[in-house]
Each structure stands twice: as C-alpha cells, then as structure tokens.
C-alpha cells in the first residue's frame, strides 16, 4: 500500500517543528533542544504520542535518518553560574590588560617628558651659544684678493 502525498494540518505542524529544531532555531522549546521524536511534536504544540510511525511514517524516517546523520548529541546547557562565572573570568583577564595597557601608556608618556626636556635644554644651550657668539665676535675676517689675470698682450 503506498502513501498518498496528501499533507494534513498536523503533519505540516510536526514538519515545521522538525525544521526549526534541525536549525536550532526552535520557537517552543528552549535554544539548543536536540533533536528527537518526542522534540519534535513538542515544538509543535501536540502530545508526543500523537506523532507515530504509523501515522506519519515518512516523517517519522526523516527524523530518524537526520539524527543517523548528525550525530544529534545534545548541545550542553550551560548554567547561569556558569556563565556568571566565565563573565568573571573575561572581566578579570580585560581588567588585566587595561592596567598593563595604562603601565605602558605612562612608561611612553615618561619617555616624552624626558625627551622634550632634553630637547628644550639643548635648544636653550643652542641660543646660549649663538648669543655669545654674536656679542664676542673674535673672527676677523680675511679679505680674498683676487689675482690679477696675467694676459698676454
């Protein structure tokens, strides 16, 4: 006897819920639900025993084969102690890096400081240097005398 491609209300309902979970994307269950027989009528909002294989047995196959397929271990759920817990551990580790960021930070600005100090100091030895050189002016200047061409005539 072969099955008549006829798709009830309740079998669309079942294969819906079967596609969400698939893309773990359910909307009745929580996030993360695997995959199962039972999963499926679940998410659909009916009883788990209304989904049998002698009602719906080409459903029934694709579930079944899906789960072969994938493995469909159930995803761990983590617990909101946990979550807690690692959010704690992420504020610790950026807390960390924000004061090593500030040591480096101040370490450069040190660095700057000192170097426009030094920079300042020469450039007030430099004037220094140039004033004096400009009030004692001990360089005398030779004037060049020029050769005279000697032209033959």
């Given at each position: 006897?072969?099955?008549?491609?006829?798709?009830?209300?309740?079998?669309?309902?079942?294969?819906?819920?079967?596609?969400?979970?698939?893309?773990?994307?359910?909307s009745v269950l929580p996030s993360g639900t695997p995959v199962s027989q039972n999963n499926v009528a679940k998410e659909a909002g009916r009883d788990p025993s209304a989904l049998r294989k002698?009602?719906?047995?080409?459903?029934i196959r694709s579930i079944q084969k899906w789960i072969e397929d994938n493995g469909?271990?159930?995803?761990?759920?983590?617990?909101?102690?946990?979550?807690?817990?690692?959010?704690?551990?992420?504020?610790?580790?950026?807390?960390?890096?924000i004061e090593e960021l500030t040591q480096q930070r101040d370490r450069a600005m040190?660095?700057?400081?000192?170097?426009?100090?030094s920079l300042l100091e020469l450039h007030r030895r430099?004037?220094?240097?140039?004033s004096r050189v400009g009030e004692v002016d001990n360089l005398v200047r030779?004037?060049?005398?020029?050769?005279?061409?000697?032209t033959k005539s």
């Open positions: 006897m072969s099955q008549p491609d006829f798709v009830g209300e309740a079998e669309m309902a079942f294969r819906d819920a079967f596609e969400r979970l698939k893309l773990g994307k359910p002698s009602r719906y047995p080409r459903l469909n271990a159930p995803r761990k759920r983590t617990s909101s102690a946990s979550l807690i817990r690692g959010a704690r551990a992420k504020n610790r580790e950026l807390k960390s890096r040190a660095r700057l400081v000192i170097a426009e100090e430099l004037q220094e240097y140039k030779i004037p060049r005398e020029r050769k005279a061409s000697n």
